[in-house]
C-alpha cells in the first residue's frame, strides 16, 4: 500500500543561468544550521567545479540536504544553462516539487520557460521566488504578473497556477511573503517548501525500486549512481538486478556494496534507505543514467526521460605541430582516448567516438559551451591535443531530406544596436519571429536560426552591441536543412617560416591586419598568427630581421611601435577557426594553425576543392 514519508521533502531550484540559484542554495544552508558558527564558507559552495566558480555559471546538478523543524529537505541545485538542459530534465524525476527562481529585474527569460515547462509537464508543484529584489532596478509586481503570464502560456492547471510567491534577496539572506514586508531570514520559505511540496510517497512493502537520475564519479570508488527510493527500501549487501526501460538487454545481477545518504555538503554512510530518500550508490561499475535497480523477485523498469541527442561535433587530436610535446603532460593518444573515455562516466550528454585514425576522436555535445568546458578542463590538467572547427551533425528524414539542428535565440538589445543585430543573424539564415521593446529602452528580439549560424556568433554579437546585449538560445528540434553560409569574413595572417617572431618583421605584419603575437614568440610555418581585414588569406614572414649595414642600425628598431596583440580566450579562438584550421592547445597555450601546414600543398588542396 502507497504511503507518505512525512519527514523528508525533495525539491529542485530551476531558473535561468545567473538568476541566483546557486547563491539561495548556500543561505538555505547557512541558515539551517549546516556550517559551524565561525566555519569560513566560501560563496557559491555548490559550484565546486574551478570553471563553475570562474564562469559564474552551474555545470553539474548537484545534492545536497538541510534539517528544518524535523523534516530533511534534499536539495538540487540545477545548472541554468540550454547546453545542459539535459541534466535538469533527469533531476526534476527525483523530486515532488520545485522552487523556481525568477530575476526582479530581468524577469522570465528563455531558460526560465524551458524548466518551467519540464516541471509543469511532470506536474510537479512550484513555489516561485522572486530573486535579487534588493537590485535598484528591480520591479519584483511586474515579474509576478511575467511569471504568471508565463504559467498560462504553458497550460499550467489551476493548482499550478495558485502556487506560493517568495519575494528574496539570496545575498542578504531574506525573504518574505508580502513585498511590502521586509524579510529577516529564509524562514518564509523554509515553510512554504514543508506546507506546499508534497511529502514524497511510494509502497515499503514492495520490492525494491531505485531509477538513476545522476552520476557521479570518484577516482577512489568510481562511478556513483544518484536516485530517488521510489518503492520499498534498499540495502547494503541487498542482491539487486539491474535493469532500464529503454534498454532491453540490460539485466545484470548486482550487490550494494555502499550506501549514502546526503547530510549538508557531505555523503554520509547508511545501511539501509526507504522510499522518499535521495541515495547514492557506489560499487557498480558500469551502472548508468536510467538504470532501475530492483529486487529479483519482481523486476519492473521505472520509465525516464531519454537523454537529449548530441547537435554539435568536433574532432579532437594529438597535436603533431613543430611545438607540439613541449608543453603538455600528456601528449599520446592513449592518453587522449582514456581521458575522453574517461569523461563519458559522468557526462551522458557526450558521445566520443574512434575514427580511421588513431590519433583522431570525434566528440559530440549539445552546444560549444558544453564542448569548450571539457576543452579548459583538460587543459587545466596538463593534456595537449588540437581540435577541428565545431560542425553540426545533421540528420535525414524518411524522404532522404536533409535536417539540421535549429535554434531558438532571443537577444535582448539597447534599440540602436538592434538593427545591426537583425542584420547579422539574417545573413546567418536566421528569421526574426518577434520583436517587443522591454523596460530600459531595452528591445528583445526572437529568432529561429540553425545552430551553425550561431557558431562564431558570440564574439561579434558582443562587439555589436558593445558589450550591453544578451544573447539566450534553447534547441529546438530539427529543421530543413537552409543552404550554405559562410561562417567568417575576414582571412588569416600565416606565418611563412619557423622561428621567432621579432618586432621588425611584425612592425610590417601589423599593416595587414590584427595581430594575435607579440615579439619573442614561437611559430612556425602555417601557424595563424593575425586576422586580415580582406577575405583571403596572407603568407608572411614575421621572423624577418633588418639587413644591417653601415647607415642602418639594430637600435633604431627601438623606435618602431607595435599595437599590442589580439588575446584570444579559448571560445573567441574556437569561434575564430575555420573549416581548414585547427585550434593547437596546451596547458600554457592556444595556438590556430592551418591544418596543411605545407605553404604548396595547401594552395594544391586549395585548388582541387574549388575545381
Keep these: 500500500m502507497r504511503q507518505k514519508r512525512e519527514d523528508i521533502r525533495n525539491v529542485a531550484i530551476i531558473a535561468h543561468v545567473d538568476h541566483g540559484k546557486t547563491t539561495l542554495v548556500d543561505e538555505l544552508l547557512k541558515q539551517s544550521g549546516v556550517f559551524r558558527e565561525n566555519q569560513e564558507v566560501a560563496e557559491r559552495v555548490m559550484d565546486s567545479n574551478d570553471i563553475e566558480r570562474e564562469r559564474g555559471i552551474t555545470i553539474l546538478s548537484k545534492n545536497t540536504a538541510v534539517t528544518y523543524k524535523g523534516t530533511k529537505i534534499n536539495i538540487i541545485d540545477t545548472p541554468g544553462h540550454a547546453d545542459f538542459g539535459g541534466e535538469v530534465e533527469r533531476v526534476l524525476k527525483m523530486v515532488n516539487g520545485v522552487i523556481l527562481v525568477v530575476d526582479a529585474f530581468e524577469g522570465t527569460m528563455p531558460q526560465t520557460k524551458f524548466v518551467l515547462k519540464k516541471a509543469l509537464e511532470l506536474k510537479l508543484p512550484v513555489i516561485v521566488c522572486i530573486n535579487k529584489i534588493d537590485r535598484p532596478e528591480a520591479r519584483p509586481t511586474e515579474v509576478v504578473d511575467e511569471v504568471l503570464e508565463l504559467f498560462i502560456d504553458l497550460e499550467a492547471s489551476e493548482e499550478q ?6 519575494f528574496a534577496s539570496a545575498k542578504a539572506g531574506t525573504a518574505t511573503k508580502d513585498i511590502n514586508v ?6 518564509p520559505l523554509f515553510d512554504s517548501i514543508i506546507d506546499y511540496i508534497p511529502a514524497p510517497e511510494g509502497d515499503p512493502e514492495a520490492g525494491t525500486q531505485v531509477l538513476i537520475s545522476t552520476i557521479d564519479y570518484n577516482e577512489y570508488v568510481g562511478r556513483i549512481g544518484v536516485g530517488k527510493v521510489d518503492n520499498g527500501s534498499i540495502k547494503v549487501n541487498q542482491e539487486v538486478l539491474i535493469v532500464n526501460h529503454h534498454d532491453k538487454d540490460t539485466n545484470k545481477k548486482v550487490k550494494i556494496s555502499k550506501l549514502y545518504e546526503f547530510d549538508g555538503l557531505n555523503k554520509v554512510e547508511v545501511t539501509e534507505a526507504s522510499i522518499g530518500s535521495i541515495v ?3 560499487g557498480i561499475a558500469d551502472i548508468k543514467i536510467g538504470d532501475t535497480i530492483c529486487s529479483p523477485d519482481n523486476p519492473e523498469p521505472i520509465p525516464f526521460q531519454k537523454i537529449s541527442e548530441p547537435t554539435i561535433a568536433m574532432n579532437f587530436m594529438v597535436n603533431d605541430s613543430p611545438l607540439a ?3 603538455g603532460k600528456f601528449v599520446t593518444s592513449r592518453h587522449l582516448r582514456d581521458r575522453l573515455f574517461r569523461e563519458l562516466n559522468t557526462d551522458v550528454s557526450l558521445r566520443v567516438e574512434e575514427t580511421d585514425s588513431t590519433d583522431v576522436f570525434k566528440v559530440s555535445g549539445r552546444g560549444e559551451l558544453h564542448l569548450s568546458v571539457l576543452i579548459e578542463n583538460m587543459r587545466r590538467e596538463g593534456y595537449e591535443f588540437a581540435v577541428s572547427k565545431a560542425e553540426v551533425l545533421y540528420k535525414f528524414n524518411d524522404r532522404n531530406q536533409k535536417l539540421e539542428p535549429m535554434e531558438i535565440a532571443y537577444v535582448d538589445v539597447p534599440e540602436e544596436f538592434s538593427g545591426a543585430v537583425i542584420q547579422k543573424l539574417s545573413s546567418r539564415k536566421g528569421e526574426l519571429q518577434g520583436m517587443t521593446t522591454i523596460s530600459g529602452g531595452y528591445t528583445r528580439l526572437e529568432f529561429e536560426i540553425p545552430s551553425r549560424g550561431l557558431i562564431g556568433y558570440r564574439g561579434e554579437f558582443m562587439t555589436d552591441t558593445k558589450g550591453n546585449g544578451i544573447l539566450n538560445t534553447t534547441f529546438d528540434g530539427y529543421g530543413p536543412y537552409k543552404g550554405d553560409m559562410m561562417y567568417r569574413k575576414q582571412g588569416s595572417l600565416i ?8 618586432t621588425y618583421g611584425l612592425y610590417n605584419a601589423q599593416e595587414r591586419g590584427i595581430l594575435f603575437i607579440e615579439p619573442g614568440e614561437k611559430v612556425y610555418s602555417g601557424m595563424v598568427v593575425g ?3 580582406k577575405a583571403e588569406d596572407i603568407e608572411i614572414n614575421v621572423c624577418k630581421k633588418k639587413q644591417l649595414t653601415n647607415t642602418r642600425s639594430s637600435s633604431a628598431d627601438e623606435a618602431l611601435r607595435l599595437t599590442p596583440k589580439k588575446v584570444l580566450s579559448l571560445e573567441q579562438a574556437l569561434e575564430f577557426i575555420d573549416t581548414d584550421e585547427l585550434l593547437e592547445i596546451t596547458p600554457e597555450n592556444l595556438r ?8 604548396l600543398k595547401r ?3 586549395g585548388f582541387s576543392r574549388n575545381q
Design 280 to 282: 547514492a550508490i557506489s
Design 592 to 599: 590556430i594553425r592551418k591544418k596543411i601546414l605545407d605553404p
Design 603 to 605: 594552395k594544391r588542396a
Design 495 to 502: 606565418a611563412f617560416e619557423a622561428g621567432e617572431a621579432i
Design 182 to 187: 521586509e524579510g529577516k531570514d529564509m524562514m
Design 325 to 327: 610535446g613541449q608543453e
Design 161 to 166: 497556477l495558485d502556487c506560493p510567491f517568495i
Design 531 to 533: 586576422q586580415t581585414g
